[in-house]
């Protein structure tokens, strides 16, 4: 119990409140009234987040509270109570307003994760909040000891847990490529460790193997983390949907089916040109196959979300979702700190990787890339295949991106109960980028209005966007779908 000689004025109806501080609960600043006991939790929160200021003596509307003690015996007992409940120190000062005198407990952002009663605690905004969900913990401790979950040992013997003939064909295919990001200096005949570490330093642990090289070339990787697999699901309908097999195996072997499942289940589009196409009379009369997705993109997606996922969550999957016009890959866990979902779209952007030996892996395989421009090659492919730029999003601890179809495919429209003419005029806008009154008449005859009434519906479907107002000027365009990095997927 406190001593009446350091007992700062009671708070409630009883205490006194003088002149305004300025100060505002923030991110980073607290403000109490009291005891440093009533704030003891918001200090852990701070040490475990950025760091910020607990002001003592300070009312939640700024105002200072009259009377309060700052002498040197109350400072030491805060610094006392601090130090025995979190192990931690704190830098405390004085701070006047008007004459009137309060605390500032600052405290800085520990490199190790701090805890108040076996509980931890980090800042959510202006709220302290207790982090309750393991996965987030997990996560938490990582980052603030450095590690990474990839590299920590997975408790297994490199002999027993890593497949020599799968390390082997890594490092082969390597080495033989146009380009090699391998050194030609490794070969078959050194070590695992040896081998692992000339890879990425850290795949090896003392004589076990990392999270990472389990994954990587591990004879049952599932077996040391089972949730280590690509779920893959064609949506009909509500109640009408097709699981697929699971992919899993290797990160490698996991990226690989998961692509073939994908474009199994979406296979090119056979037709022939529009006619006004242009071309010689062979070309007009050959068959033409369109991919539904541009394959490249769908492997980037794919191979970002198996490399870049967040290990930690348990049970997490990666999720392929098909729908009757797009196709939706996730994988657990949010962008990293920093990088934001508009920052996707910038050439380079901002990378962090959060499984950095899987991911030096993936780079020397060619699987993925360096440097923050996948998802820039992601949309420059759509663009390329005359497809929809994909969207990224972030929902529920989930990172997301969705690839469109193109709306103007021929059997799209005709399910939607379009004429032939509209049919035919999509089916233009699709190959050639855009169309006329001019070219539109040509391909279809009839009437002016006729003409007219088509188009305008395509536009008031969302099909076909026009440009400008009137003259020979004006022509239709395929209208934007998806592109961005908002909407519902």
């Known amino acids: 119990m406190t001593n009446a000689s350091t007992t700062p004025r009671p708070r ?18 607290e403000l109490k009234e009291s005891v440093i006991d009533d704030a003891l939790e918001d200090v852990c929160a701070f040490a475990n987040t950025a760091g910020g200021t607990v002001y003592l003596g300070v009312a939640k509307d700024g105002r200072v509270v009259v009377g309060y003690d700052v002498s040197d015996e109350r400072q030491r007992v805060v610094g006392q ?29 520990k490199k190790k994760p701090v805890y108040l009663r076996q509980v931890y605690y980090h800042r959510v905004g202006t709220e302290t909040v207790a982090v309750t969900d393991t996965a987030e913990l997990t996560s938490m401790l990582l980052v603030r000891t450095g590690r990474t979950w990839d590299a920590l040992s997975a408790d297994v013997a490199l002999a027993d847990a890593v497949d020599r003939a799968r390390l082997s064909e890594f490092v082969r295919n390597a080495q033989t ?59 009909r309908s509500t109640d009408d949907l097709t699981e697929y097999p699971e992919c899993v195996g290797t990160v490698f072997e996991q990226i690989d089916e998961a692509l073939r499942t994908v474009m199994r289940a979406n296979p090119p589009h056979v037709g022939f040109p529009a006619a006004g196409a242009g071309g010689d009379v062979a070309e007009r009369t050959r068959r033409q196959e369109t991919p539904v997705y541009a394959e490249l993109a769908i492997k980037e997606a794919i191979a970002n979300a198996v490399v ?149 519906d395509l536009v008031a479907r969302g099909l076909l966007r026009k440009v400008g107002t009137r003259g020979p000027g004006v022509h239709w365009v395929a209208a934007p779908v998806g592109g961005g990095v908002g909407g519902v997927a």
């Open 12 to 29: 409630g109806p009883n205490r006194v409140l003088g002149p305004q501080t300025g100060l505002a609960e923030a991110d980073e600043i």
């Open 81 to 109: 109570k601090v130090r025995s409940a979190l192990q931690i120190d704190v830098g405390i000062s004085v701070c006047t307003v008007e004459g009137h005198a309060y605390l500032a407990v600052r405290v800085d952002r």
């Open 177 to 235: 490529r146009e380009n090699p990001r391998l050194s030609a200096e490794v070969t078959d005949g050194h070590p695992v460790e040896h081998v692992l570490n000339h890879i990425a330093d850290g795949l090896a642990v003392d004589g076990e193997a990392s999270n990472a090289a389990v994954l990587l070339f591990g004879r049952e990787p599932q077996r040391v983390v089972p949730h280590a697999r690509v779920k893959v699901i064609e949506f």
């Open 308 to 456: 870049h996922r967040d290990y930690a969550v348990p049970g997490a999957e990666v999720e392929i979702k098909m729908f009757a016009d797009r196709l939706v890959i996730m994988n657990p866990g949010a962008l990293p700190a920093g990088i934001t979902v508009g920052m996707l779209r910038l050439n380079p952007h901002p990378s962090l990787r959060r499984n950095p030996l899987i991911a030096q892996a993936g780079y020397i395989d060619y699987y993925v890339e360096r440097y923050g421009t996948g998802t820039v090659r992601m949309i420059e492919r759509c663009r390329a295949a005359r497809l929809p730029e994909p969207i990224f999003e972030v929902q529920g601890g989930f990172f997301s991106v969705t690839f469109f179809k193109d709306p103007l495919r021929p059997e799209h429209l005709e399910r939607l109960g379009l004429n032939a003419r509209q049919v035919l005029a999509g089916s233009y806008v699709r190959q050639t980028g855009r169309i006329d009154n001019a070219t539109y008449a040509t391909l279809v005859g009839g009437t002016l209005p006729t003409r007219a009434r088509d188009l305008e």
